[in-house]
C-alpha cells in the first residue's frame, strides 16, 4: 500500500519569507497523482497545487511551487513569500490506480508578523 | 455556484447510538467521497459514490456505510457508534469518478461520541 510521510510536523515563518514543506511517498506505481491541500483554522480544505507524474515540468500556483523528484519519491512544496493567510495545516496527498487518495499526517505552518 | 455543504456541522451522540450525516455536492458534481479525520490516523478515505454506486472503500468496518441519490446528495451512516469514531467527516465532491479532477472539500461534520 502506499503510503506519504510529512517529516516536519510544525513550522513556522517570517511573513514575507520563504518556506519549504517536505513530503515523501512510497510507491510502485509509474502512473500518479500528487497534491498539496490546505486546511486552515476554519477546517475547509482547499488544493494548493497538483502534479501528474508523468510531467517532468514542476507545477507553479502563484507563490506556490513543487520540486518533484520522482526518483527520489519526494514532492516538496515551496510557499514564496510568505502571507499570514497561509497559516494552515498542510496536508500532501498520493493518488493512483486505486483511485483512493492517501494522505500524509500533515504539517502545521504558522506565519508570523 | 455554491459549495459543498454538509450538515449537521457539529453532533454529540452516545456510544451505541447511530448517526446519518450529510453532503451537498457542488452542482454538476457526480462523485462524492467521505473521509474521516482524527488526531491520531490523520485523514482516511472512507469510500466514494458516483452515480448512486458505490465506486470505491476505504479499510473501514461495515458499521459505515453509505448511499448517494439521484441529484447526488449523499449520505454516510454509522451504526453502534464507539467512542473511537469520534472525528470530523469531511465530504468532497468532484465533476466525474475519475481522478484528473479536482475534489472540492465541505467545511465537515465534527462527531463527538461521549
Known amino acids: 500500500a502506499q503510503t506519504v510521510t510529512q517529516s516536519q510536523p510544525e513550522m513556522s515563518v517570517q511573513e514575507a519569507e520563504t518556506v519549504t514543506l517536505s513530503c515523501t511517498y512510497d510507491?510502485?506505481?509509474?502512473?500518479?497523482?500528487l497534491f498539496w491541500y490546505k486546511q486552515p483554522p476554519s477546517r475547509q480544505m482547499i488544493l494548493v497545487i497538483r502534479?501528474?507524474?508523468?510531467?517532468?515540468q514542476n507545477a507553479t500556483e502563484n507563490r506556490f511551487s513543487v520540486n518533484f523528484q520522482k526518483a527520489a519519491k519526494s514532492f516538496s512544496l515551496k510557499i514564496s513569500d510568505s502571507q499570514l493567510g497561509d497559516t494552515a495545516m498542510y496536508f500532501c496527498a498520493y493518488l493512483g490506480g486505486s483511485e483512493k487518495l492517501v494522505f500524509g499526517k500533515g504539517t502545521k505552518l504558522t506565519v508570523n508578523p | 455556484k455554491a459549495g459543498v455543504t454538509q450538515t449537521p456541522r457539529y453532533l454529540i451522540k452516545t456510544r451505541g447510538q447511530q448517526v446519518t450525516l450529510s453532503c451537498s455536492p457542488i452542482s454538476g458534481h457526480r462523485s462524492v467521497s467521505w473521509y474521516q479525520q482524527t488526531p491520531g490516523q490523520g485523514l482516511q478515505f472512507l469510500f466514494e459514490y458516483f452515480s448512486e454506486t458505490q465506486r470505491n472503500k476505504g479499510n473501514f468496518p461495515g458499521r459505515f456505510s453509505g448511499r448517494q441519490f439521484s441529484n447526488s446528495r449523499s449520505e454516510m451512516n454509522v451504526s453502534t457508534l464507539e467512542l473511537g469514531d469520534s472525528a470530523l467527516y469531511l465530504c468532497?465532491?468532484?465533476?466525474?469518478?475519475?481522478?484528473?479532477?479536482?475534489?472540492?472539500f465541505g467545511p465537515g461534520t465534527r462527531l463527538t461520541v461521549t
Open positions: 510507491t510502485s506505481e509509474n502512473n500518479y497523482y
Open positions: 502534479q501528474e507524474a508523468y510531467k517532468q
Open positions: 468532497a465532491s468532484s465533476l466525474e469518478a475519475y481522478f484528473s479532477f479536482e475534489q472540492y
